[in-house]
T-cell receptor, first 111, second 113 residues
Framework: GENVEQHPSTLSVQEGDSAVIKCTYS??????FPWYKQELGKRPQLIID???NVGEKKDQRIAVTLNKTAKHFSLHITETQPEDSAVYFC??????????WGAGTKLIIKP | NAGVTQTPKFQVLKTGQSMTLQCAQD?????MSWYRQDPGMGLRLIHY???????DQGEVPNGYNVSRSTTEDFPLRLLSAAPSQTSVYFC????????????FGPGTRLLVL
């Protein structure tokens, strides 16, 4: 069935360094790729999304890139800060207009 | 706007008991959905609704029922609770399916003994 692979499951980086999380999807017809952030004990919230008509989108320190040929998209966080510590979920919109979710990446920012 | 609200925040049930998790939104969103979140498994779709009077099954619907009598409310019913239903349940809403921003409620933590 349809799925999304998300890697790594845990990522530990030094404060100030960059973090990259990658997701691979299976439906070549998909054209919507959001990223959600979930802080401990809180609800998931959208932080950035991209549609297939663009290859990259930036919002301050975060960016998402999309490679439709390889069917993968990535979240990039630069100059990481303590408040970036959270679980990040990727998702993609399938041909039935449902969101298929990755298993999540726990990002740890070391002081 | 209150956004998406859920009650209760926490619930303990005994095996075999039934209960209803409440979800309401005040954003006039057409699409509402229920997810369960288990450690290391991300978000799994239980049921969803594209509008009042219309519901459909998601990835893991067994043991759960839903109804959508109004645009605002989308309750989730556990028919006969089992320990495997111990999880955190999130309700979400959006203007449309899939390719729109999902707004999540604060979650309900359910423990089934």
């Amino acid at each position: 069935g349809e799925n999304v692979e998300q890697h790594p499951s845990t990522l530990s980086v030094q404060e100030g360094d960059s973090a990259v999380i990658k997701c691979t999807y299976s439906d070549s017809a998909s054209n919507y790729f959001p990223w959600y952030k979930q802080e401990l004990g809180k609800r998931p919230q959208l932080i950035i999304d991209i549609r297939s008509n663009v290859g990259e989108k930036k919002d301050q320190r975060i960016a998402v890139t999309l490679n439709k040929t390889a069917k993968h998209f990535s979240l990039h966080i630069t100059e990481t800060q303590p408040e970036d510590s959270a679980v990040y979920f990727c998702a993609w919109g399938d041909s039935n207009y449902q969101l298929i979710w990755g298993a999540g990446t726990k990002l740890i920012i070391k002081p | 706007n209150a956004g998406v609200t859920q009650t209760p925040k926490f619930q303990v049930l005994k095996t075999g008991q039934s209960m209803t998790l409440q979800c309401a939104q005040d954003m006039n969103h057409e699409y509402m959905s229920w997810y369960r979140q288990d450690p290391g498994m991300g978000l799994r779709l239980i049921h969803y609704s594209v509008g009042a009077g219309i519901t459909d099954q998601g990835e893991v619907p067994n043991g759960y029922n839903v109804s959508r009598s109004t645009t605002e409310d989308f309750p989730l019913r556990l028919l006969s609770a089992a320990p495997s239903q111990t999880s955190v349940y999130f309700c979400a809403s959006s203007y449309g399916q899939g390719r729109k921003t999902q707004y999540f409620g604060p979650g309900t933590r359910l423990l089934v003994l």
